[in-house]
Nanobody, 119 residues
């Protein structure tokens, strides 16, 4: 089992910045991907950014150039620096960890942290 704890959400004005942090604990061996997803009211959860254990990153088109994901593999943490925020970025942000164990993939989720961007 992997336990994820997020921090860093809050209220910010349009154009501002926030930094989200996520720490993984428990059975963290073989975590391959850590990343962030978000879910706005009335919408499906969507990928924001991910980072593999090899350092490969993937971003949603809507956040490219504004958000930066970083991962500290030994510390089992993943951060998301969010710049030039807009009201469209308002959502609950969830940390995700994906690991491969006993022949299958497992997904783990944090409890979510609210990000609200005011216009």
């Amino acid at each position: 089992q992997v336990h994820l704890v997020e921090s860093g959400g809050g209220l910010v004005q349009s154009g501002g910045s926030l930094r989200l942090a996520c720490a993984a604990s428990g059975s963290t061996l073989s975590i391959y991907v850590m990343g962030w997803y978000r879910q706005a009211p009335g919408k499906q959860r969507e990928l924001v950014a991910t980072c593999t254990s090899a350092g490969g990153t993937n971003y949603a088109d809507s956040v490219k150039g504004r958000f930066t994901i970083s991962r500290d593999k030994p510390e089992n943490t993943v951060n998301l620096q969010m710049n030039s925020l807009t009201p469209e970025d308002t959502a609950v942000y969830y940390c995700n960890a994906r690991k491969f164990s006993f022949g299958r993939w497992y997904d783990y989720w944090g409890q979510g942290t609210q990000v609200t961007v005011s216009s």
